[in-house]
């Protein structure tokens, strides 16, 4: 008989709810007893539950660390020049070896997870008191959490070991399990189980937990990826994509039923309002305006700092408690110039996820001469006042000449153009539409002087809201100066259904078809909500020739950019390399991408507990393991 785990004594303990609508689990404290008794309680296994949801609360969506590997290690984000060696490891991949704590951390939780998983799945048999319903609904959250906690793993580690079973003692042996086993005897299996027994709305009306179209998108994301590790066009390719197909047509086709309903325009997505009951959400990490209920009680949810310019402290820009149009900064990423230019003119998408117009919150506001340089802004700006509202800094993704920059300067405002911010000379964009920011040290590499103010200075991506601008509205954020956000974040969202279900008719020889599905203006992606008024439906519809997985990839970046994809996409269509450096090339040219960053390196603090490290040994291309 196994002893109650400490661990999980402190997640019943510690009373969290998954969502704002949840009442607090009650305080229970099991004292010396057995795990077998415990989780024997509806009470015990609710908590049990419960946990298998804290890590990524507490880590990951909302903190830093996967914006850094599941964002920045791609080709649609860059590390900002006044930061560019900031998570270099995980961006990059520069020295990123086996002993760097994020690898270690997300190893280490991911793993807790499965665990967590196993261990409801372990107890459950023989809770008592449970209604059939609630236990169906326990075994689907902890297959769901399982499929999709090895599915991370797998991909990030490749061939790793397989744990269907609780861990509640000390192991000093592990072996390898090849990934093609564990995507068919866990992931895809747990993620179809969870496709039955999830009910439609979450346990206990909690938003948060997993649901049937939760379950659905997980089983069309994860069989689409299992298609990469078959030979491409082969019977068992084919019966992957076919059913990624019909998972995601299943969302696709019972919207109302699933609890889906789909905004009229495209900025309703992204609204505040609209963040704690959005309809086109199917799984969200949750983040609570009650502090004492996030585990990070000081910065739970910090996404709206992550992908801004650098706005504070500019043409009158001050920190404070209510200057929510400039809130606290944690700037890491900006998008590349080969992202910014994906979108067509016609693609309202752009306007509504990137802001290139910033108007000052100062009462009033005089360009000095320092502001001036270090803006590099024509000479005609110094003296100029401009007053609140009033645009201060206009970013386009378009080049300008400097005679507009000049007649902009007259207007009292800074106009800065694509060129101004990446390096466009000639010769200097790559073949495939990739662009350098502009580097600080330009003498170094041959570049062209640029400054602080200008090299940090881009479009602000705008997926994560912290308010409408309605002073009267919802507001996500406990203070403009605080890093205490609390809005939800989307893991799965409806748009990627329509994506999947049509790169898998691509991919299944229906070329025609997989136009259709996007094309679709009910279940679609290219629909009147994302076509910017003035321009025909005709210029953003698709065709059959269009149809290839290069075409899929840009309108993945175009519509999921920011949800946590970018690494996992380029990974299954094995473009990593190509793109990263075609479309991403760094600042400084020193992007040490290759084909081993494919798999990331296996935990050193794992391998020196085994007694057989040597065995299970470090994936290719990393410094070997050295007892």
């Known amino acids: 008989?196994?002893?109650?785990?400490?661990?999980?004594?402190?997640?019943?303990?510690?009373?969290?709810?998954?969502?704002?609508?949840?009442?607090?689990?009650?305080?229970?404290?099991?004292?010396?007893?057995?795990?077998?008794?415990?989780?024997?309680?509806?009470?015990?296994?609710?908590?049990?539950?419960?946990?298998?949801?804290?890590?990524?609360?507490?880590?990951y969506f909302g903190r830093e660390d996967p914006v850094l590997y599941f964002e920045g290690a791609g080709d649609i984000w860059a590390n900002i020049p006044d930061k560019y060696?900031?998570?270099?490891?995980?961006?990059?991949?520069?020295?990123?070896?086996?002993?760097?704590?994020?690898?270690?951390?997300?190893?280490?939780?991911?793993?807790?997870?499965?665990?967590?998983?196993?261990?409801?799945?372990?107890?459950?048999?023989?809770?008592?008191?449970?209604?059939?319903?609630?236990?169906?609904?326990?075994?689907?959250?902890?297959?769901?959490?399982?499929?999709?906690?090895?599915?991370?793993?797998?991909?990030?580690?490749g061939d790793i070991e397989m744990r269907t079973k609780p861990t509640s003692t000390p192991v000093y042996t592990a072996y390898r399990t090849d990934r093609k086993v564990i995507y068919d005897e866990v992931i895809i299996p747990d993620a179809e189980a969870a496709t039955k027994l999830l009910p439609i709305q979450p346990y206990n009306g909690e938003v948060g937990r997993s649901t049937k179209k939760a379950a659905y998108a997980l089983l069309a994301r994860v069989c689409l990826t299992r298609a990469q590790y078959e030979t491409a066009g082969s019977s068992e390719a084919r019966a992957f994509y076919q059913k990624a197909y019909d998972a995601a047509k299943y969302v696709m086709d019972n919207q109302a039923s699933l609890g889906i309903s789909l905004y009229s325009t495209y900025d309703e997505i992204w609204q505040a309002k609209n963040n704690k009951t959005n309809s086109e959400y199917l799984w969200v990490v949750t983040h609570s305006s009650n502090s004492t209920l996030n585990k990070q009680s000081g910065n739970p949810n910090r996404l709206h700092m992550y992908f801004s310019p650098r706005l504070l402290n500019r043409f009158g820009n001050v920190q404070n408690a209510t200057n929510w149009e400039y809130p606290r900064e944690s700037v890491l990423l900006c998008p590349t110039y080969y992202l910014l230019n994906l979108y067509a003119d016609w693609d309202l998408r752009y306007d509504v996820l990137f802001q290139e117009e910033f108007p000052v919150s100062a009462d009033s506001y005089t360009w000095d001469e320092a502001a001036v340089t270090n803006y590099m802004a024509p000479a005609a700006l110094q003296g100029k006042t401009i007053k609140k509202g009033d645009l201060g800094l206009k970013v386009t993704r378009k080049t300008v000449t400097d005679a507009e920059r000049e007649a902009a300067a007259e207007q009292g405002y800074v106009l800065l153009g694509a060129n101004n911010v990446y390096d466009l000379r000639a010769g200097k964009v790559t073949s495939m539409g990739g662009a350098r920011i502009r580097d600080l040290n330009p003498d170094d590499i041959g570049g062209v002087p640029t400054t602080t103010f200008v090299a940090t200075s881009y479009p602000r991506f705008r997926k994560y809201r912290i308010w409408d601008r309605d002073p009267n509205?919802?507001?996500?954020?406990?203070?403009?100066?605080?890093?205490?956000?609390?809005?939800?974040?989307?893991?799965?969202?409806y748009a990627e259904m329509p994506l999947i279900a049509a790169e898998c008719q691509m991919q299944l020889g229906n070329a025609a078809a997989a136009a259709d599905i996007i094309n679709d203006e009910a279940k679609g992606i290219r629909t009147s909500r994302i076509l910017k008024p003035g321009h025909n439906a005709s210029e953003m519809k698709v065709s059959a020739s269009d149809m290839t997985i290069e075409w899929f990839l840009e309108e993945r970046a175009r519509e999921l950019c920011g949800e946590w994809l970018r690494w996992f996409d380029l990974k299954r269509t094995h473009k990593m390399v190509e793109y990263f450096k075609g479309h991403n090339p760094a600042m400084r040219g020193d992007e040490p991408v290759d084909e081993h960053n494919y798999l990331w390196p296996i935990p050193t603090s794992f391998l020196d507990k085994l007694e057989n490290a040597t065995e299970f040994g470090q994936n290719p291309g990393y410094n070997p393991y050295v007892k």
């Open 85 to 157: 060696t900031y998570g270099m490891q995980l961006t990059r991949f520069v020295d990123l070896q086996g002993d760097r704590g994020q690898v270690q951390g997300a190893w280490n939780r991911v793993y807790d997870n499965v665990n967590l998983a196993n261990e409801v799945l372990e107890y459950l048999p023989t809770t008592q008191g449970l209604k059939q319903e609630t236990h169906d609904t326990f075994e689907g959250e902890a297959r769901f959490m399982r499929s999709y906690n090895y599915w991370w793993l797998v991909e990030w580690f």
């Open 473 to 493: 509205g919802t507001f996500l954020l406990t203070a403009a100066n605080a890093q205490i956000g609390f809005a939800d974040v989307p893991i799965f969202r």
């Open 1 to 59: 008989m196994k002893i109650f785990n400490k661990y999980f004594v402190g997640a019943l303990l510690l009373g969290t709810t998954i969502g704002l609508t949840s009442c607090d689990l009650d305080e229970y404290n099991p004292s010396s007893e057995t795990a077998d008794a415990v989780f024997a309680t509806e009470q015990g296994m609710q908590g049990l539950v419960n946990q298998m949801y804290y890590n990524f609360r507490w880590k």
